[in-house]
């Protein structure tokens, strides 16, 4: 019996020494992966910087999550301190920033359409597949008003992953917003804002970053481990999405964060950003989710 259990022992410290050497292993792979050099083709595009396109971007900034990280006045804010060890600080994006001050047209447009840093290696955290798909013109007016935001407290980003999430980055469970874009892709035209399942597909394209390419949802890879799956906005049978039987009842949903019988939505769900996109962009977004192929 004493040489069963000797053998079992041993058999578990072999397995625990396997496991151990896989993780730093994969550990090892997510610091090379990190710090690898992403080549993209970026052109500059125009930066729009009269009234009304400084009013857009001000608009886009604030309703397309990026207030939600970087704060409403871009000076960077804690976005995750999660006792497992996430710590997540978004980085200053005025002047005041060393790094940002230093930022050319392309750069910008490297870090936001493709997630990929003015040195080639990619952005951790930045969910840049949201924004890959803006048009120019759009882009153009978030870029003209980023350079508008007075100086604030000049902090760079601070990310610190717990060793999981650190080995599922290695393996690649845990993907980068640059592996996650396909860079290929021609720039979209310029939108016209309208209430169509069209433009509301545009629109769309900013949910992606937690609910996938295709909006069925599920876990958001990398999250904090409480974090909610994502819900599938696909209209499925018995799906969120079935609870809104018009579009007034969805934008009550996203000013709100409650569902139609009064029940609180996670708060995970950016409906400080979301809720502030207008009607015009809300239903359109409605009416796209609704529109979609039913599987």
Known sequence: MARV?????????????????????????GERKAARTVAVKVAAVTIREDPASIAHGKHLYESRGCMECHGAGGGGKQVFDDPNGLRV?????????????TYRNVDWVRSIRHGVAPSGRPLLIMPSEDYNRLSDEDLGALM???????????APADIRLPW?????????VVQDAASRIDHSLPVQPAQVPAATAQYGGYVANTCMGCHGHDFRGGKVPGAPPDWPPAADLRPVAGGPMSRYAHPAAFIEM?????????????????????????????????????GMPRR
């Open 5 to 29: 259990l000797r053998i079992a022992v041993w058999g578990l410290a072999g397995i625990a020494v396997v496991v151990a050497m896989a993780v730093y292993a994969a550990m090892w792979v």
């Open 254 to 290: 996203m000013r709100s964060g409650k569902r139609p019988d009064g029940t609180q939505i996670s708060r995970v769900m950016p409906f400080e950003s979301f809720g502030r996109m207008n009607d015009t962009e809300l239903t359109a977004l409605y009416l796209y989710f609704t």
């Open 144 to 154: 003209g008003y980023l350079r508008t935001l007075p100086p604030a407290m000049g």
């Open 89 to 101: 600080r978004s980085p200053d994006l005025t002047r005041a920033n060393p790094d940002i001050a």
């Open 164 to 172: 999981m999430v650190r080995a599922l980055y290695g393996v690649g």
